[in-house]
């Protein structure tokens, strides 16, 4: 049959066609090598390994990663001066002063920048475990899944009773410098107003760059990330991301805000879509807990390696699991049918926080660049500085695309290519960086 043959960073790629087009397409940042199709099942394999390890959280297990006291003896491996320095760069003058001496041992910048803005608040929460949607009927199928209570990993936890619970949220969308058409990432957030009235905003609307929005009591989360290896073939896959986020904010509209099923938001939309191209897509609803009260729940939908995490203090709570066929190979919905992974196969999940958590939706731009544990640091940091969370997502933005320039630095992608045999990859991966946050806020405090 005939082969398609599509740049890959470190790997040759031959996909089976239908035609002149692939059935599924790879990620575009990869570059021709020597390597054959025998390369993909190893990638695979050494893919499935990877969800063991804890710097790339991809067992989609809950995390508790403290980074005080001596936890801040980092591996050196992981580049943290860098990000240190980055630091200092998108705080500016609002960054503290008067770092401590002694956590300068392991890490003169990083580990002393973590300790001078340490604010202590402990919360506790409940995750539940990711499971695959399926079925012949997607449809019935959505709302079984949205009703079914999964068992849940509890800690202990102080709890909001009485207070009102409000989703402060914000967002970046910036386009890879390397790309001419914009960009391929979209997003878009949907909230309830003050007035009890459904809002919504995008990267197209016309908005102050770091403006934030609050929704009392529930807000619904999207982002999409177009697949570049279209790009070879002509097509702009950023047209279909942002009109599968166009279509996700109208479908969130008819969703019940007590609720909401962020599974059917992604398949309704994904059957709505025209534009040629495919995308990742990550879906997040945020309600008060119908099950304890002060805390909220947490809903989403996640197909590809796009993803979401919830940060608690300096620690990663929970952070979802990638969904790829092989390594940088990532599940993808289309509006052509052949071309796409069926939807139903989106992980579910179902996550208890707290006030004072803060979730973090983003494309595969921010996951392939910094290591879970390095994004909690620096939300804990943007918080306890006052940052909203439009400047919040603004400011790993561009810590981001700084790493993403550096060819020395050791990078969740880097990592990822060495353990599927290319021992000499090293550097941050340059690509679009969407990121939505959004605070977790009891009577409107953070």
Avoid at 252 to 271: C, G, I, M
Avoid at 320 to 327: A, E, I, K, L, R
């Amino acid at each position: 049959g005939r082969m398609l043959l599509l740049r890959s960073k470190a790997l040759l790629h031959r996909l089976p066609t239908k035609g002149k087009e692939p059935l599924l397409v790879r990620r575009s940042e990869y570059h021709r090598s020597k390597f054959t199709q025998s390369a993909t099942t190893a990638a695979a394999q050494a893919t499935s390994r990877l969800r063991h390890q804890n710097h790339h959280c991809l067992g989609g297990t809950p995390l508790l990663m403290s980074l005080s006291g001596s936890s801040c003896r980092l591996s050196t491996r992981m580049g943290h001066q860098q990000v240190g320095r980055s630091l200092i760069r998108a705080f500016g003058s609002g960054f503290p002063t008067g770092l401590r001496r002694n956590d300068v041992k392991r890490n003169a910048v990083y580990c002393s920048m973590l300790q001078s803005l340490v604010v202590g608040h402990s919360h506790g929460a409940s995750a539940s475990t990711a499971q695959r949607g399926s079925g012949n009927k997607p449809g019935a199928r959505v709302a079984a899944e949205a009703a079914s209570n999964n068992p849940s990993i509890s800690t202990t936890t102080t709890n909001a009773a009485g207070k009102e619970l409000d989703f402060y949220s914000g967002a970046a969308c910036i386009p890879s410098v390397e790309k001419k058409n914009g960009g391929e990432d979209a997003y878009f957030m949907a909230y309830l107003s003050e007035e009890n009235t459904l809002q919504s905003t995008s990267e197209s609307d016309s908005t102050e760059p770091q403006e934030s929005f609050k929704g009392r009591g529930y807000c619904m989360l999207g982002i999409s990330d177009g697949v570049g290896g279209w790009a070879d073939m002509g097509i702009d896959a950023g047209a279909y991301s942002r009109q599968l986020m166009h279509f996700a904010n109208q479908v969130t509209q008819e969703e019940d805000a007590s609720n909401p099923n962020p599974k059917r938001v992604l398949y309704k939309a994904v059957q709505e879509t025209t534009a040629k191209g495919s995308a990742t897509v990550c879906i997040v609803s945020l309600t008060p807990s119908s099950q304890t009260s002060g805390m909220a729940n947490l809903r989403a939908a996640n197909l590809g390696d796009s993803g979401f995490i919830v940060v608690r203090e300096k620690q990663v709570l929970y952070k979802s699991p990638v969904q790829q066929h092989s390594f940088n190979f990532p599940y993808q919905v289309s509006s052509i049918p052949k071309y796409s992974d069926n939807p139903m196969n989106a992980q579910t999940f179902d996550v208890e926080v707290a006030p004072g958590d803060t979730v973090v939706l983003a494309t595969d731009g921010l996951f392939d660049n910094l290591y879970p544990e390095e994004v909690a640091s620096i939300v804990h940091e943007a918080k306890a500085s006052g940052r909203k969370p439009g400047e919040l997502a603004h400011i790993l933005a561009k810590i981001t695309l700084e790493v993403a320039t550096d060819k020395k630095r050791d990078t969740p992608f880097s990592y990822g290519a060495r353990q599927v045999g290319f021992p000499h990859e090293y550097g941050g991966k340059m690509d679009d960086v969407t990121i939505v946050c959004s605070y977790v806020m009891a009577d409107s405090r953070m």
